[in-house]
């Protein structure tokens, strides 16, 4: 596969920038598994440490789906990209104030005063879990992603070509810029505060992202298969629209314990128990086209899109619907069975969805047909072994603190530092296995199709 638009290779920037932030999220995710058995680990605080994880992850992830929209636009929309230069200056807008912000992470960390509001504003961290960043570069953040929506809607409209897969994609861009508006002001009452703050954070994971997740799996599965745009693309409508039916209302499962009217138990319930529908039709639909095609182009991008549509399945599916009931998640709120149901989840679902990505749109870019696959699977099993085991360890230390907490009264400190001890011990460990994966991986990413390939050795009769 070669690119067809010399605009293309804008999404390189973008890939470049994920990969080096993925590195960063793991890291700094190794020293707060670490900071669980012993506080004093680091310089910074585990709430620091803890804030530069999750941020770095949905930036990363953020920034890698801008540059998989900037390959698939122009070849979906048969045109060169509408702007470059404006491409260029939002990424490098997005790459300093992403450093912006991490430095005044690392700052207000080291000297806690620097974060005093200036006329009411805090400059360095708003305090709202998953949306720390203040006021600033909130406002920074939408304008990179209303120039990145203009260049993309532009490319199309010059055009007037109109495919479904471009459609979905830009559709979930959408819903994914006005998500985050919510998310931007305050209510006097924290009822209301944390009604609206869920819109940012559940309606990005469980809805924008997943409808450009199906839009990108039908892109991945057309390119690697050669499968029929029109299969692909009635599946992706079908997936797409199962999953704004459940993922809007899904939203219910989290109105459960903060002072929202009782009707958002049934919901809730009801239709986060349907969200692993679309999710398996997901898994189906993968497995279906790898079936039926026999000429595969491209078999580590096929490999990481049929991996990321299972773990979507089973670590948004599966791990997040066995406690989301509000029946069961009435003891399992807030636990580490939660923090598991995000771990398997977010690599399932967008970090095996952003690599994927990569090693399909990647070699064209580079202008390569074939590449050394070796390290693409080595950093797939890598990472995969080493979340599966985190995830079965944090699931442990969730299920000994329901009982535990929950169940017999024990104080929280007693139970992590006593009954959990080992499950810390075991995290980070498999957190050093996730690291070595990541490191593969980003070490292939700078090298692929730029090694000769080996020949193969001659056989003997």
């Known amino acids: 596969m070669t690119i067809k638009h010399e605009s293309q290779k804008i999404a390189q920037n973008f890939y470049t920038f994920a990969v080096l932030l993925f590195l960063v999220q793991v890291v700094v995710g190794i020293i707060a598994a670490v900071q669980f058995m012993w506080p004093e680990f680091f310089i910074l605080n585990f709430n620091i440490i803890r804030s530069l994880h999750i941020n770095a992850l949905v930036v990363w992830l953020l920034v890698g789906m801008m540059g998989a929209t900037y390959y698939v636009v122009p070849e979906e929309s048969e045109t060169e990209l509408w702007s470059v230069p404006l491409a260029k200056f939002q990424f490098w807008a997005t790459v300093i104030a992403t450093t912006a912000v991490v430095l005044g992470y690392i700052w207000m ?15 360095l961290n708003e305090g709202r879990e998953y949306i720390e960043a203040p006021r600033w570069a909130d406002i920074l953040i939408v304008v990179s992603v209303l120039l990145f929506l203009l260049n993309c809607v532009m490319t199309v409209l010059k055009t007037k070509k109109w495919t479904g897969i471009q459609g979905t994609l830009l559709g979930g861009l959408t819903i994914l810029a006005l998500m985050y508006l919510p998310g931007m002001f305050y209510t006097k009452s924290m009822v209301k505060d944390q009604y609206w703050w869920w819109w940012v954070v559940h309606l990005w994971v469980e809805g924008a992202w997943e409808v450009i997740a199906g839009a990108l799996l039908a892109f991945m599965l057309m390119k690697t298969t050669g499968v029929k ?3 692909v693309e009635k599946w992706m409508y079908i997936e797409v629209g199962l999953v704004m039916f459940t993922g809007i209302l899904g939203i219910g499962h989290h109105y459960y314990w903060i002072g929202t009217p009782s009707y958002w138990l049934w919901i809730g319930g009801i239709f986060s128990s349907l969200e692993p529908v679309p999710l398996l039709i997901m898994v189906w639909d993968a497995f279906r086209t790898t079936r039926e095609t026999r000429v595969v182009t491209n078999k580590p991008g096929l490999y990481y899109t049929v991996a990321h549509a299972i773990f979507n399945f089973v670590g948004a599916g599966l791990w997040g619907v066995i406690h989301t009931l509000p029946q069961v998640n009435k003891w399992t709120h807030g636990t580490q069975i939660t923090t598991a149901h995000g771990h398997l989840a977010f690599y399932g679902a967008y970090v095996l ?27 797939f099993w890598w990472l995969t072994i080493s979340m599966v085991f985190i995830v079965l360890t944090i699931t442990g230390a ?22 959990n001890l080992w499950f810390w011990i075991f995290r980070a460990i498999f957190g050093v296995g996730f690291l070595i994966g990541a490191g593969i991986f980003v070490v292939d990413y700078f090298k692929l199709g730029k090694e000769p390939m080996t020949a193969p050795r001659p056989t003997t009769q």
């Open 229 to 231: 745009r029109e299969v």
């Open 398 to 419: 969730g299920m000994v603190q329901v009982y535990m907490e929950r169940l017999m009264g024990l104080d929280y400190v007693a139970v992590k530092s006593t009954y």
């Open 353 to 379: 969805l952003v690599m994927a990505m990569i090693y399909v749109t990647l070699p064209a870019i580079r202008g390569v047909k074939e590449f050394n696959s070796s390290r693409a699977y080595q950093s």
């Open 109 to 123: 960390g080291i000297n806690p005063q620097a974060n005093n509001a200036i006329m009411g504003i805090n400059p």
